[in-house]
C-alpha cells in the first residue's frame, strides 16, 4: 500500500509570516518576562532595605545584624543568590538613598541591581541629574557595570553630556536630530591613557599605538565607531593622500575621518581635515550615508581660535583634545594596585545581581 506523502509547507509563503509572528511575539513575551522579574528584584530589594533601615532604628543590633540575617536567609533559601552581607548592607543603602521609591520614576527599569549598586557606591542622593545621564547611557548603549564604573571614573559625563564644552559646528552644518546624535557623540577631552609615550613621541608613533590598542581606542571614542581604513589613500588630481583613520559611525550611518595632530591646534588643520571630507563624500559616500563627518584630535587648543577656524567651515567637524598616559616614574611603581587589591575590589560587584 503505498503512502500519500504530505507536501511541505515549510516554504508556503504563508506558513512562513505565520512562523515568523509567532517566533516574534513569544520573542517580545520572553523580553516582557525578564524585564518584570529584574524590576520585581530590585522592588523585592528596596523593601527588604527599607525594613533594615526601620527595625534598626530603634535596636542595638549594629552590623552583626547583617552576619546573622545573611547566614539565615541563606539557610532558608540556599538556592536564591543575593543574600550575601554585603548585598544586605547595599539594600539598606538603596533604600536611604531612594526613601520615597523615586528612583522606579528617575531611572530605567531596565537597569540591574548590579548597576544599581554601581551608581549607589559612586554618587550621593544629590548628583541626580548625573546619576540619570550614566544610568540611560548605561541602558541606551548596553554597558555592563565594569563598563559603567569605567565611564564614572574616567568622568565621561563631564567630557560628553551637555554641560561639556564642545567644540562643532555640527548644529549649523547637520540637520537635526543627526547634529544632536553627533554632538552627543563628541567627547572634551578623549583620554588615551592606555598609551604610555615619550614627550618626543610622533604622531605616526601615536597613531600606530591606537591600532596596536584598537578596542581600547573604539571603547574611547564612543558606541558606534568602527574602524574603515587606517591611513586610508584618497588619490585627488592624480596625487595620493592618506587619511588617519577613516571610520563609519552605525548610529549616524555616516564615515568619520579622524585626524590626530601632535601639540597644539591650528587654524590650517581645518582646510585640510575639509579637504579629506570632500574627497570621501566624492568618492566613498553612498546616497544613503549621511554627511562625512571630521573629528580632530589635538593635544591643545586654543578655544577663541578653535571656534573661529570653524566659522566659515562648509563640512561638519569638531575639534577636540586628547591626553596621553606618560611613563611611571620608579617610586610610583609600589602605590599602584595589586592583583589581590584589584580581585577584591571587583568582587564587591560580582554574583550579587
Not at 305 to 332: C, D, F, N, T, W
Request: proline letters at 4%.
Amino acid at each position: 500500500m503505498a503512502v500519500m506523502k504530505v507536501p511541505s509547507i515549510h516554504f508556503d509563503e504563508k506558513y512562513k509570516k505565520l512562523l515568523n509572528e509567532i517566533k516574534s511575539r513569544l520573542q517580545s513575551s520572553q523580553l516582557r518576562a525578564a524585564l518584570s522579574v529584574n524590576h520585581e528584584l530590585i522592588d523585592f530589594y528596596w523593601q527588604v532595605g527599607k525594613l533594615i533601615l526601620e527595625r534598626q532604628e530603634n535596636t542595638k543590633w549594629g552590623d552583626k545584624l547583617f552576619d546573622t540575617l545573611s547566614a539565615d536567609l541563606t539557610n532558608s533559601f540556599p538556592n536564591t543568590k543575593g543574600f550575601s552581607k554585603t548585598n544586605l548592607k547595599n539594600m539598606r543603602l538603596f533604600a536611604a538613598h531612594y526613601p520615597t521609591k523615586e528612583f522606579s520614576q528617575a531611572l530605567p527599569d531596565q537597569l540591574t541591581w548590579t548597576h544599581h549598586v554601581v551608581l549607589l557606591q559612586m554618587f550621593n542622593q544629590d548628583n541626580i541629574d548625573e546619576k540619570k545621564w550614566y544610568a540611560v547611557k548605561s541602558f541606551e548603549n548596553g554597558w555592563s557595570y565594569r563598563e559603567l564604573k569605567e565611564n564614572i571614573q574616567s568622568d565621561l559625563y563631564a567630557r560628553q553630556g551637555d554641560k561639556a564644552l564642545k567644540t562643532t559646528n555640527f548644529h549649523d552644518k547637520l540637520p537635526s536630530p543627526t547634529s544632536h546624535l553627533a554632538q552627543e557623540m563628541i567627547k572634551e577631552p578623549y583620554k588615551f591613557h592606555f598609551l604610555t609615550v615619550g614627550d618626543d613621541a610622533r604622531e605616526k608613533e601615536i597613531q600606530k599605538g591606537l591600532i596596536e590598542h584598537v578596542k581600547q581606542f573604539l571603547m574611547e571614542l564612543g558606541q558606534g565607531f568602527s574602524l574603515y581604513g587606517i591611513y586610508y589613500p584618497i588619490i585627488v588630481s592624480g596625487k595620493r593622500f592618506e587619511i588617519d583613520l577613516l571610520m563609519y559611525h552605525t548610529k549616524l550611518h555616516c564615515y568619520v575621518v579622524v585626524e590626530l595632530k601632535r601639540g597644539e591646534f591650528h587654524p590650517n588643520h581645518t582646510g585640510q581635515l575639509n579637504f579629506y571630507l570632500s574627497a570621501i563624500d566624492e568618492q566613498l559616500k553612498l546616497p544613503e550615508d549621511g554627511p562625512t563627518i571630521g573629528l580632530l584630535l589635538c593635544e591643545k587648543k586654543d578655544r577663541v581660535i578653535a571656534e573661529y577656524s570653524l566659522r566659515r567651515v562648509g563640512s561638519p567637524m569638531g575639534i577636540a583634545e586628547y591626553e596621553l598616559s606618560k611613563s611611571l616614574p620608579a617610586q610610583l611603581s609600589n602605590v599602584l594596585p595589586t592583583i589581590d587589591e584589584i580581585e577584591r575590589e571587583l568582587n564587591e560587584f560580582t554574583n550579587e545581581d
